[in-house]
């Protein structure tokens, strides 16, 4: 065992425990900070500032108390957060917060499960429009004749006529890629002047990127990747560029998640850390350079064949993964470093894949509207729709674009966490264990909850909340302000606090944790905040594209596809649209960057799309309070009833 | 002293003199690659090979002679090549070739003067002509507003549309590169909103590629760069964009030199090496980057205010500066990897400066006529030429172009490294030692020399030789076929060998060596071919352009500086044109190279000139061996006289 002596501080050791590893701290360094630098999993929902609890670590040193071990010098004292998030029980079990602690002594520190990141759930039910495939990728096999004393012509002329020949594209316009130069010479001559050229092709311009062997099957192997970045999950696509099949799908963690779990406690890490852009950029470019691994190996194509990448994310993860700085995206007036599209030779981001062609970001909207709702808008072709449609994409910002083909408007709402089951008292991401489904018996008020995966519940999760809502709308156990009601009968309502109550949705027997799982006064407050948002959102954006009423409402991503659309509007969570259709689309983000790698031009109709969206900054329309609250309210069907 | 045991070499150091550097030989290495990997320098013309025996080296250990320290296993035994280049005075001195010599135990390396490189000497007297200020690299001040609820353009947007604003150009198609976009939130909110952007335009696209405070003065602080890339010397000129004034010219020994002397040395060394290409592309970067740095200090300003920077080099140079395999430029059909210009940001080179710009090749003509050639042409802009204009550029190769404004002709021609002083028995570079004119008494016999930076001489470099074969011509020494006349009495010529003569241009006494410098009957003999080539290539440019004889006759080079213009012509150097003006123009590369940073269309016109050219492929006309050997001949003045 090693102390700090004199001053000066020992090598300390963290042995982690259910990983099992052994780790040296650096000095004046968290117990978050070791687990983030040495990639071990932690919820950090506020980012490390010790106000989200979540983090919790047990501290485990030869089995002694806590109190002796901070008057040893072994540890740290309690912060005032801990003291906050931490209940009297969990302390006297030596927990304490990761982002608080410090270690001057070996130790032994469990990380339990409710503390660690799990793996997410998502949607993989696109229902793709027909695309043209017109991809920016080509290529065509030619022959070439050798160099002679008539005809000396450097080995680049030789291709790049023989390539414009061939596809009867401008001579003048085609040439090769400096990386490509450098293995030309040998290239030529090993495949004995006939190759397969594999070019891009943008306006009059050709860029010949990769040439090789004529491959000797009629498969060109032209593979594109397109990219869902998500604030929580990373979705990627592989998809054959010559035939406009999808070949595979991974998705993984974004593994940003150890910094904060939204996009402000990210923001809020780069303008903490002198390194913390960096640090994202790079974990958001590993975790695309694994998926990138992934697809081709569950494909069963080689890696170096993929030619490009589309990446559509909301405006802080593009900034974030272009090693952008995005700390002005998260303040008044939202104003990012880019909004245009940007196409970069992937190595000048350090990515591996494409090795010899481009990535590409699709260009964001304004602010935070970003580019994963372009996406959205190419995959729904809004700007071709005979009806009045809207899109609703809820994440942790709500994001709603409203339009056909006489015009688009959008705006974004800011609904918290809320419907992502996040700053819910037991709200957990879409993952096993979550409650998706809750139905209370109207008689009894007794609860019946499904959860993802089967089990004893966990936690709840965006679904569910909706669901628990409308459930207690729909019986009368809250009132259209959202208060319990005290006249209610349900076993499971109780008091809370002098003047509050809370709703028992499983029983610590019942549930996985071995803990109660509550809804509380404050969940249902919050859920509110998100539907008032939305809902004068959604107001204003029909007002200001001159009131007609929506006939389509599409709901996108993993969240929509999830929630019960009759208890989404049970609850009011959207504008009421008589004889709207609502409908779930899916991950359209994916299916917006996949059609983008389809078809190029509708890659430039998106930079078009992006400027062409009339963008609504609701919270500074005068009508937003009153519209915000109105949109607050709950139906009263107890009196329905 | 650390000895060979059981077969594991134990580490062994070698004490370099006159550098006094103590370095430590890794496993298997000769003593040239050693000197080479540690930036040493030495004299190694053949690249290695054994076969020039410039790289005499003399070893050291405690006194003991070369026979038994070969005897003791402290050296490898010598080579066959050792055998025929040292004399036996040398081996009884221990005297070793470099690259030849194995060391197994600590010893003292003498690198004796002669075979150290010294620093060549530039001309730089250029008349520049009156160029357009056109340049690529421009910039403008803008002031922005800073974002508003009301004016949420993201950041690139704002600075893009002040720019296209304020310089009339296309908002559409003005972008800022990706390296300013990593900088650009902090540096406009730092500059208030009120910067200076450094942009690049082409057609009708700018893209911007820096931006920063505005400056105090009226200064934009817009440099650029022109780097003439030859063989031996790397001349570079810093000139200010903004005025057109040239600020600093400095020049260096090309570092590839140890690894060879000409480009055919280099090119295979490349074939030679697994990492030679890498290596020697490292090399000259360094070279440029340090030149980059010392352009400068010199004119005092900051080198990230460098923006651009054009490089000319024949077509080895520049495929080794780009990284490109030579290899196939060295034999017939001399094809190149590439031809066309290319411009590329300094980063993907490895380059630093220009931090912000772009480096740019000039293209290149064909096969072994390179961008240099092409500088000449812009220089001269023989494209506009009035009258017949023929530009001989001599290096290791000779360059020939020749036309008007009606069309341009060009060769290249094997002169052989003779005319710079290599592969002449006391040859040496024009450099401080060096004969640079002889004068020969027509009564005496007795020569008279003229050495560069005074003493006495050490070699005889390009100029001297001309002078010398143009005296002997004079005085009739040689004879028409070159062959040294038996017949006169300067008492300088004597017989060598059973059939031959030499002529002794210094005696031992008179030298800077300590040894003779001689003539041989082999030294004249190169002249001849050289002289062979460039006459033979002259005459049938001149047929292929139309027979019109040329009225003037530029000179470009260092050596065209050089050359006594009279004794040229006396011994034939150029076809002889009835009133022809023959004109020395400088380092006309460095000047086309100036004038392609200061005007950007004449960088376009570069490309098309380089497509204009009609190469003539001089050694594959049936004609050429008559008139090589016509060539070869000297007129016969003794019977003048
Ligand atoms: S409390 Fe939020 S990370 Fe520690
Ligand atoms: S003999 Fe030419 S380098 Fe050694």
New interface residues.
């Given amino acids: 065992m090693q102390q700090k002596k004199g001053g000066r501080a020992m090598a300390v050791r963290i042995l982690f425990q259910p990983s099992g590893r052994r780790i040296k701290v650096r000095q004046r360094e968290t117990v978050l900070e070791t687990i983030r630098q040495n990639g071990l999993e932690i919820r950090a929902v506020c980012g490390g500032h010790g106000t989200c609890g979540k983090c919790k670590v047990r501290v485990h040193i030869k089995g002694r108390p806590m109190q002796n071990l901070i008057r040893e010098g072994a540890v740290n004292p309690l912060t005032w957060n801990e003291k906050k998030c931490l209940t009297l029980q969990e302390r006297q079990k030596n927990f304490r917060l990761a982002c608080c602690l410090e270690l001057y002594q070996d130790a032994t520190v469990e990380i339990p499960a409710e503390s660690r990141t799990e793996q997410g759930v998502i949607v993989e039910r696109g229902r793709r429009a027909r695309f043209l495939l017109n991809p920016r990728v080509q290529s065509v096999c030619v022959t070439m004749s050798p160099?002679?004393?008539e005809?000396?012509?450097?080995?680049?002329?030789r291709l790049c006529e023989a390539v414009a020949c061939e596809t009867g594209r401008m001579k003048e316009k085609t040439?090769c890629r400096?990386g490509l130069?450098?293995r030309?010479?040998?290239l030529l001559r090993k495949c004995r002047w006939r190759v397969q050229a594999v070019f891009l092709s943008s306006g009059e311009a050709t860029e010949i990127i990769d040439a090789g062997p004529v491959p000797e099957t009629e498969n060109p192997e032209l593979y594109g990747m397109a990219v869902d970045l998500g604030t929580t999950t990373i979705a990627a696509s592989l998809a054959d560029l010559s035939t406009g099949r999808v070949l595979a799908r991974c998705s993984c963690m974004n593994g940003q998640i150890c910094c904060g779990d939204d996009v402000v406690s990210r923001i809020s890490h780069v303008m903490m850390h002198s390194d913390g852009l960096r640090q994202l950029a790079d974990l958001v470019r590993q975790d695309i350079g694994r998926l990138a691994g992934d697809l081709a190996e569950k494909a069963g194509i080689r890696a170096e064949r993929i030619y490009e990448m589309i990446v559509a994310g909301n405006t802080v993860m593009e900034h974030l993964f272009?090693?952008?700085?995005p700390?002005?995206i998260g303040k008044?007036?939202?104003?990012?470093?880019?909004?245009?599209p940007?196409t970069?030779p992937a190595g000048?981001l350090g990515l591996k894949v494409p090795q010899f062609g481009d990535v590409s970001c699709l260009p964001?909207e304004?602010?935070f509207v970003g580019a994963d709702n372009v996406a959205v808008l190419l995959a729904e072709r809004l700007d071709q729709q005979p009806v009045r449609t809207m899109v609703i994409d809820i994440g942790t910002n709500g994001e709603i674009d409203y339009g056909d083909a006489e015009g688009i408007w959008s705006t974004s709402c800011a609904t918290g966490p809320a419907l992502e089951g996040a700053e819910i008292s037991c709200g957990m991401r879409a993952a096993p264990g979550a409650i998706e489904r809750v139905r209370i018996d109207a008689a009894t008020g007794l609860p019946f909850c499904r959860v993802i995966g089967g089990g004893k519940p966990k936690g709840i999760c965006g679904s569910g909340i909706i669901d628990v809502i409308a459930e207690f709308v729909r019986c009368g156990l809250i009132g259209p302000d959202g208060t319990f009601r005290k006249e209610t009968d349900s076993p499971r309502l109780r008091p809370a606090g002098r003047h509050s109550r809370e709703f028992v949705l499983a029983t610590a027997e019942e549930s996985g944790t071995g803990k109660e799982l509550v809804i509380t006064q404050k969940d249902v407050r919050a859920v509110q905040l998100a539907k008032g948002a939305l809902y004068a959102g959604a107001v204003l954006l029909i007002r200001a594209g001159g009131g007609k009423a929506p006939e389509r409402i599409l709901l996108a991503g993993a969240f929509g596809s999830y929630i019960d659309k009759e208890n989404a509007c049970r609850i009011r969570m959207f504008p009421l649209c008589p004889g709207a259709v609502i409908e779930s689309i899916g991950n359209a983000a994916s299916e917006g960057a996949l059609a983008a790698l389809f078809d190029r031009d509708l890659r430039d109709k998106a930079g078009e799309l992006s400027r062409q969206i009339r963008f609504v900054?609701a919270a500074?329309q005068t009508d937003f309070q009153r519209l915000f609250f109105e949109g607050t309210m709950f139906p009263d069907h107890s009196k329905e009833k």
């Fill in positions: 160099p002679s004393l005809d000396f012509r450097s080995d680049e002329e040439c400096y130069l450098l030309l010479p040998a272009l090693g952008l700085d700390e002005r008044s007036p939202f104003v990012s470093v880019l909004r245009r940007v970069l000048q964001i304004a602010g900054e500074s």
